[in-house]
């Protein structure tokens, strides 16, 4: 069972592995507040076939997960579950905070990933990060493997750091000066399952990466930028 601390209890065959990568209240994080909104019939939100969207602070971040999870907010956090707890066998754990609007392109992701990894008693090189770099952002990740503290067996761990990209545009009449175009999101997202799961799970954490997207604000529930 996996409780909101993200500590393991209960039953051996119905966890699922501790997220190590624990993503607690800090400064700048972003808290949560649910509200419901009636969708116009021609809205505009697309997800593929199986799949929900999900949506924070008007597009700060989105993403689309498997319609049948289980969705829960933590503190600072959102938590998909594969199913209700304490039956989920899996967790992806996602958050985000809003950068000050300077230059972040030196703070390379793939050394904030490995000071993640590190922290959590894990070594990973260049050649074990993935990478994606795309118009709006850019994404690395990385897997390891670690000994689960109540099961006593191996789980596989995923961390992901994406930040937007071309948020910084040249001013069009001062050189050399920037102009922000839209908000510099960085994410967090971790992930928790057991090896045996991996044939089922690897689709919907390459979905959920695909459709992410930061920084693109909607003045709208029902007008959406489409992806």
Known sequence: MA????????????????????????DGMS?????????????GW????????????RGALRLDFPADWVV??????????????????CCIEVSYVRLSPIDWSGLLLRELLKAACQAEGQVIG??????????????????????DPAEKRPA???ICMARTTNAMLPHPRR????????????????AAYWPED????????????????????IPSPAGPTRH
Do not use: C
Not at 198 to 217: C, K, N, T, Y
């Open 3 to 26: 409780r909101d601390d993200g500590s393991v209890a209960g039953s051996r065959s119905r966890t699922v592995p501790k997220l190590h990568n624990t993503l607690e209240a800090r």
């Open 31 to 43: 808290r949560w507040e649910r509200r419901q909104y009636k969708l116009p019939e021609k809205h």
């Open 46 to 57: 697309t997800a593929r076939e199986g799949y929900n969207v999900f949506v924070a602070d």
């Open 72 to 89: 829960k907010p933590a503190e600072a956090s959102i938590r998909f579950h594969d199913r209700e707890p304490p039956d989920d066998r």
């Open 126 to 147: 260049d050649d074990e990060i993935a990478q994606t770099v795309r118009a709006d952002l850019e994404l690395v990740w990385a897997e390891y493997s670690r000994i």
């Open 156 to 158: 596989f761990h995923r």
């Open 175 to 190: 050189k050399k000066a920037r102009i922000v175009a839209q908000p510099i999101i960085q994410a967090l997202l971790t």
């Open 198 to 217: 991996a044939a089922w799970f690897h689709p919907v954490w390459d979905e959920v990466l695909r459709s992410l997207q930061l920084g693109i604000m």
